[in-house]
């Protein structure tokens, strides 16, 4: 199973201390789950403005991050002024590869997340009607299983 990464979750994802997304470190590491990326440039700008590269760089060469590269660009620039937020690579990128779970998180206590905007846009059901992780007790979104082929 392939899930998508909020790039504004990346720091997060990277504490360990961080008990939310433990559960998807795990099954990252446990149960043959994938990290699906795109290499557009709103991708790249944002793992380098968050001191990300070579830690994604690692991750890619380990075999946990994917790659869709074919028209992910092309679908973001179709979205571009069609959605709420301004997350058209991960809209985009979920359209493309048929993802239907995003990580994301909420350090908020009434549980919704800092880019409600994109969580909108992630389970219209007229975009992608895909499902949002933010917190360990959506663990069960976390599927086993092989990520696209």
Request: aromatic letters at 8%.
């Amino acid at each position: 199973m392939c899930v998508i990464l909020d790039t504004n979750t990346f720091g997060r994802f990277r504490d360990p201390e961080n008990e939310e997304l433990e559960p998807v470190r795990n099954w990252l590491n446990r149960q043959n789950g994938r990290i699906v990326y795109s290499n557009s440039e709103k991708y790249k700008t944002e793992w380098k403005r968050g001191g990300m590269e070579n830690w994604v760089k690692e991750r890619i060469r380990s075999g946990q991050y994917r790659l869709i590269s074919d028209g992910v660009e092309e679908k973001e620039k179709e979205l571009k002024g069609k959605i709420q937020s301004d997350d058209e690579h991960i809209i985009a990128l979920a359209l493309i590869a048929n993802i239907k779970v995003l990580v994301s998180y909420s350090e908020y206590t009434n549980r919704q997340s800092g880019d409600s905007a994109l969580i909108r846009d992630f389970t219209d059901k007229d975009l992608v009607g895909g499902k949002v992780y933010t917190r360990k007790e959506h663990k069960h979104l976390l599927k086993s299983g092989l990520c696209l082929d």
